[in-house]
């Protein structure tokens, strides 16, 4: 049974950084792809950004290139998402999920495991 477990969440000012982190279990997570999605209050869910755990390729959306990092500690079943530069836009619940395969796609229908979610708010 995988299990995806966030952390990292918080309240920060505009301009600030917080990285988030996914702690991955239940399975051998060689084959597979991680992802960040968010959601703000009375807003559908979004992509942020997505690593293949094998190959590393990498995803963005295009509102979070060159500001959020996403990378994994193979060691340790960890995938984080580094975040600088935060907007209030940023503020929502950043939930991290997982799907079989290497390709890195943002369509969340394609993720099979989800986690609780942390929350982030950034103030003005």
């Known amino acids: 049974q995988v299990q995806l477990v966030e952390s990292g969440g918080g309240l920060v000012q505009a301009g600030g950084s917080l990285r988030l982190s996914c702690a991955a279990s239940?399975?051998?997570?060689?084959?597979?792809?991680m992802g960040w999605f968010r959601q703000a209050p009375g807003k559908e869910r979004q992509f942020v950004a997505a690593i293949s755990w094998s190959g590393g390729g990498t995803n963005y959306a295009d509102s979070v290139k060159g500001r959020f990092t996403i990378s994994k500690d193979n060691a340790k079943n960890t995938v984080s998402l580094q975040m600088n530069s935060l907007k209030p836009e940023d503020t929502a619940v950043y939930c991290c999920?997982?799907?079989?395969?290497?390709?890195?796609?943002?369509?969340?229908?394609?993720?099979?495991?989800w986690g609780q979610g942390t929350q982030v708010t950034v103030s003005s």
């Open positions: 999920a997982a799907r079989r395969g290497t390709a890195v796609p943002s369509t969340e229908k394609l993720y099979d495991h």
């Open positions: 239940g399975r051998t997570f060689s084959s597979y792809t």
